[in-house]
């Protein structure tokens, strides 16, 4: 059925918009005065959702987007070897391993430069921007990991960061951090993280014996 959406609707459309969905949603829209029949005098009265004051997106998938990138905590990995300041490029990479497409120009990275090798920096956490179709604009968390293709000089490896809080690099970002989604705590007992520990290592050395091997 087709139905004109009064409010936005997450993944469905913009206030004005007339939609096609199935009809029990459209109903279930209508009945929570989020939709109405789109009536020519309906139409003509949410012609203008701006007029209204009703809250509106770039595109229907824009509010979803934001509450996935301001849960999620970015690793940005950089080498521990060579030389480095932290460049957009560096950011959208480190996007691209977490399976989400943002362009350089889309990035904003903060105020104060961030330069290594530097052990100091590593898991700090600081604040990345992204802004989306060029109108809203989404906080991600972000922590720099350290890495060299020298499998012996490697940091150790920490069981579940993104369960864990981290210090921040820059003072000044403890507002936004309190703006910012609570992480999830980890649900896994102590005995069983120690096993799980247990069996990574395990694997890990197995890893490293076949490469020596090799």
């Given at each position: 059925?087709?139905?004109?959406?009064?409010?936005?609707?997450?993944?469905?459309?913009?206030?004005?918009?007339?939609?096609?969905?199935?009809?029990?949603?459209?109903?279930?829209?209508?009945?929570?005065?989020?939709?109405?029949?789109?009536t020519p005098?309906?139409?003509?009265?949410?012609?203008?959702?701006?007029?209204?004051?009703?809250?509106?997106?770039?595109?229907?998938?824009?509010?979803?987007?934001?509450?996935?990138?301001?849960?999620?905590?970015?690793?940005?990995?950089?080498?521990?070897?060579?030389?480095?300041?932290?460049?957009?490029?560096?950011?959208?990479?480190?996007?691209?391993?977490?399976?989400?497409?943002?362009?350089?120009?889309?990035?904003?990275?903060?105020?104060?430069?961030?330069?290594?090798?530097?052990?100091?920096?590593?898991?700090?956490?600081?604040?990345?921007?992204?802004?989306?179709?060029?109108?809203?604009?989404?906080?991600?968390?972000?922590?720099?990991?350290?890495?060299?293709?020298?499998?012996?000089?490697?940091?150790p490896w920490?069981?579940?960061?993104?369960?864990?809080?981290?210090?921040?690099?820059?003072?000044?970002?403890?507002?936004?951090?309190?703006?910012?989604?609570?992480i999830e705590?980890?649900?896994?007992?102590?005995?069983?993280?120690?096993?799980?520990?247990?069996?990574?290592?395990?694997?890990?050395?197995?890893?490293?014996?076949?490469?020596?091997?090799?």
């Amino acid at each position: 059925m087709n139905v004109l959406l009064t409010e936005y609707v997450e993944n469905v459309g913009q206030p004005g918009e007339c939609v096609e969905i199935w009809a029990k949603t459209g109903r279930e829209l209508i009945l929570k005065h989020k939709a109405v029949y789109p009536t020519p005098e309906n139409k003509e009265k949410y012609r203008d959702a701006t007029a209204l004051n009703i809250m509106n997106y770039s595109s229907r998938y824009v509010k979803n987007t934001m509450d996935i990138l301001s849960k999620l905590i970015l690793f940005i990995t950089m080498n521990k070897d060579v030389p480095w300041t932290l460049e957009p490029w560096h950011v959208r990479v480190a996007f691209r391993k977490a399976h989400i497409i943002v362009p350089d120009h889309a990035i904003t990275l903060p105020k104060n430069p961030i330069k290594g090798p530097d052990l100091t920096l590593n898991g700090k956490e600081f604040y990345v921007t992204v802004t989306i179709n060029k109108t809203e604009q989404v906080i991600v968390r972000s922590r720099i990991v350290h890495w060299t293709s020298k499998v012996e000089e490697r940091l150790p490896w920490v069981p579940f960061p993104f369960k864990k809080p981290a210090p921040l690099l820059f003072e000044e970002d403890k507002v936004i951090e309190a703006q910012l989604p609570a992480i999830e705590p980890l649900k896994m007992n102590e005995d069983e993280l120690e096993d799980f520990i247990a069996k990574m290592k395990l694997k890990s050395q197995g890893k490293i014996l076949v490469k020596k091997i090799l």
